[in-house]
């Protein structure tokens, strides 16, 4: 019955704890030299915890950050930093970019497929990177997410092994890059579509996909073949180097995401940056707590969102003023003047705490991966409200497995907000699914942090890891496709068809 | 230096030994009901290690046999056993197949295709058993190996989740059944190909490939149906049975293997039988160390040989003679006439723990995956001479990574077998090679039977695992392959092509 369930989660929460203990107090500290090359933004904030992890087991970092970096501080106890001096400001860009964003777009195909602008934007800015200084150090290994895949040409120039924190690569998602991704059950990040599809569906799908192919081809591959033949001798093609990665640390898993084919680099640390929830400073704890039976919802719309429209604050906040519940909203904008008594705006909320705590009964969301991943931790259900890059995608998963709902941004008004918000909130389904993953989440042999520490450890102990790259990489397309084969074969069987032709025609011109 | 590897070696190894504790003590008992299906022979020494595993942590386990088992007794502590009258003698079945097979064969490339007709048989024995009395009980779980795949309609008549600890299905290696396998670069079982293939070669992959689907449908296929038909409503497709099984713990992994594409819900366990060797017994301690420097040949041929051609054993026993080596050799036949005093014959060998003897300094083998695995782990260099099954193409795997190498039963004669041992013997190469495939394969996060442990037990907790398994085997090929879309998209633009056609004719017909 249910005590036999609560005794085994106790078991298995004792089981974890004692696992991630032994684990930190047992393994050894090889002290290596790692070189992050991160990307700035949301990005940033998940590589952050990979380095205090290494950093805590004894290795020295030194992190690549340019002169205006938005997150990445120049001086910190984790790390050594290296600065590289960087004219654009890269706030103002995303500051534009969402600005246009709203204004032209109404669908939510549209979404993803500009990502792409983003990873161009960000490589010229390291194209200027003076790659020579780094060479004096002796590092042991690079760690870069290759959403900017600057860092991926970098180890390629120090000749040093990779390991990747990655979901994005600069042409889309990464498993597209490496491992078998059949389009007919496989979404392109972008379409809005699941892993179930009927015929047009799978239409608009491939569709996508050549979007992105072109775009790989055209637009983004010549950005990196600059940067290929400006420093390493002979050139490069970035989508190889990215193939031929030591280890892909995957920010995702298949409680989060569709099942699909994966390749043996392939680790899945999603939910890694997931910690439990510590207590709320009094000032919050006290105002959760006047919540009453009714609970909190919290809302934040991420790391790039600066301001909402104001018109659609107002919506908002009217609905908010009308719930039984207290609102805790990340918003910077202007104070909009339906605010409520029971709406309490913040700057900066400790997100993850507030997610753990018992009296949060939905969470407010744009879809970022970090948000996402710690809702599915905490198992608290979303209303999301993407905005852009993978943020639909994201939810779109949380949706399939009715645990969250999407609402687009263009969409909402007082009515539109207040039903989606209602449904969350009152739908016992949505609660028990988000809950349902948490449990599958937290049911791992070891803690995704642990598994990413261990590859990077393991990367550097063996030097490298070519043994789990397979053969696939370094063939020509025709040959990975067999189609020299089947021409070959069906030229053979032509020829052999045509002689069986030609005497049976002689034959019959006999007996005629 | 070499004092900092062996601190680290040191290190890992407390770590290793102290996860296997605390997981062992930690680690919940649900005391889930487990019905195992297993394969005889050689493949129950690998099930029942599991089996002991999993009773040790509190399961209660039935294991299904048929009256006239090789190798799985009646009577155990570990499990209830529940019998099958069968009538015919197995081991009479295979001692006739192997004497035909010396016979005939005399290339390494027919081998291993014949390995279907071992799984038909053995699906006839099967055929009679009576599962409604099964019924009864209830269990949480079937755990089958589906070399034979009777076990699998067991799960599907029984409606109960199902974990494979499972290498070969029948209709060839189990990767084929689930995961993308592109032939270009994963060799076909029984090629005795690689993964680096040239023209010729991925002709042949094809071949052996178009062999194997052709078994499946016409051979294979319709004796499993028969059993579908009897059994379950509506009957069934057991390939779509193997599709849908929860998890996959496969007896593999990428240190012994060729990397390629896998799936969310395959775990691999590669060896997981694998144990710290033990001391001798004292008289054969004793002989082992009587070999001083020039340490111990060990050589057997696996559960399958009663007795070598008698021509053979003497071949090999007069160079056996000329060895300044020690020498202990499981061999079942007449005594050879050249056999010398430094060759001990034996009935039976601890062999994991002479693998793990520092005297051991090669191992001729017969290429099973359990002793392929045991030389791997203990880091012993192997003499292969593969007879029939999956051998060749184990010792190919170790042949490839300059661990080992090959010598057919056909081409032994004192002149090869001694040149060939003598290289492996010798050639400092093949010990520095298995050494270094040993440290990668100790090199994992948790051992690999804790792994096959948690996710049998996970499967328990959560009723299956089907959010791993992917969209994919619901769709018809067509779909799969997006052969519909193409169809489509290429007539559309046929369409568009005769009218534009038209059109331009119309053009030129009026301007003309």
Tied chains: 1, 2.
């Excluded at 007082?414 to 937290?442: D, G, M, P, W």
């Excluded at 789990?468 to 189609?483: D, G, N, Q, R």
Aim: charged residues 20%.
């Amino acid at each position: 019955g249910q005590t036999d369930v609560n005794v085994k989660i106790l078991f298995l929460k004792i089981f974890v704890l004692l696992s991630i203990c032994l684990i930190s107090f047992t393994t050894p500290c090889y002290g290596g030299n790692i070189l992050v090359f991160p990307v700035d933004g949301s990005h940033w904030i998940n590589m952050k915890v990979l380095v205090e992890e290494l950093h805590a087991r004894g290795h020295n970092i030194t992190v690549v950050r340019s002169s205006n970096s938005w997150y990445i501080a120049e001086k910190s106890p984790l790390y050594t930093s290296f600065t590289v001096q960087i004219k654009e400001n890269l706030e103002e860009f995303f500051g534009k970019y969402l600005k246009n964003h709203l204004k032209v777009c109404r669908t939510d195909d549209v979404i993803q497929s500009t990502g792409v602008i983003r990873a161009l934007e960000i490589v010229k800015y390291h194209d200027s990177l003076c790659m020579p200084h780094l060479i004096d150090a002796q590092y042991d290994l690079v760690l870069t997410d290759p959403a900017v895949s600057a860092g991926v040409v970098l180890a390629k120039y120090l000749k040093l092994p990779l390991v990747l924190n990655v979901r994005w690569i600069p042409s889309g998602e990464g498993h597209f890059a490496v491992a078998p991704s059949p389009l007919s059950y496989i979404p392109v990040p972008g379409s809005g579509l699941t892993d179930k599809m009927d015929f047009m569906q799978r239409i608009k799908n491939l569709f996508f996909h050549s979007i992105i192919v072109l775009q790989q081809k055209f637009v983004v591959g010549p950005h990196y073949n600059a940067l290929c033949d400006k420093y390493i001798e002979g050139g490069c093609d970035v989508f190889s180097l990215l193939q031929e990665a030591d280890i892909w640390l995957f920010r995702s898993d298949f409680v989060f995401d569709f099942p699909r084919p994966t390749m043996p680099n392939i680790v899945y640390i999603g939910g890694f940056q997931c910690k439990p929830a510590q207590p709320l400073p009094a000032d919050l704890e006290q105002f959760v707590q006047s919540a009453g039976e009714h609970g909190v919802i919290i809302m934040t719309l991420g790391t790039l969102v600066n301001a909402l429209p104001a018109e659609v604050a107002e919506e908002i906040a009217s609905v908010f003023a009308k719930m039984p519940q207290k609102v805790i909203w990340r918003h910077k904008g202007e104070r909009p003047s339906t605010l409520g008594n029971n709406t309490l705006i913040v700057d900066w909320m400790p997100q993850k705490d507030l997610l753990g705590h018992p009296q949060t009964k939905v969470f407010v969301a744009h879809g970022g991966t970090n948000g996402v991943q710690e809702a599915i931790y905490h198992g608290v259900p979303v209303l999301g409200i993407p905005l852009f890059f993978d943020q639909y995608d994201n939810l779109l998963r949380l949706q399939e497995r009715g645990a969250g709902k999407i609402i687009l941004l263009a969409d909402v008004n007082s009515q539109t907000f207040e039903q989606a918000l209602k449904e969350v909130l009152h739908q016992e389904s949505y609660r028990q699914n988000i809950e349902r993953l948490s449990r599958l989440h937290r049911d791992q042999p070891i803690a995704p942090m642990d598994r990413a520490v261990f590859w990077v450890e393991y990367v550097m102990r063996h030097k490298g890891a070519p043994h789990l790259c397979t053969e696939a990489y370094k063939m020509p397309w025709y040959s990975y496709y067999c189609v020299d084969v089947m021409v070959f074969l069906l030229s053979a069987a032509a020829t052999h068809l045509e002689i069986y032709c030609n005497h049976l025609g002689e034959i019959m011109f006999c007996t005629a």
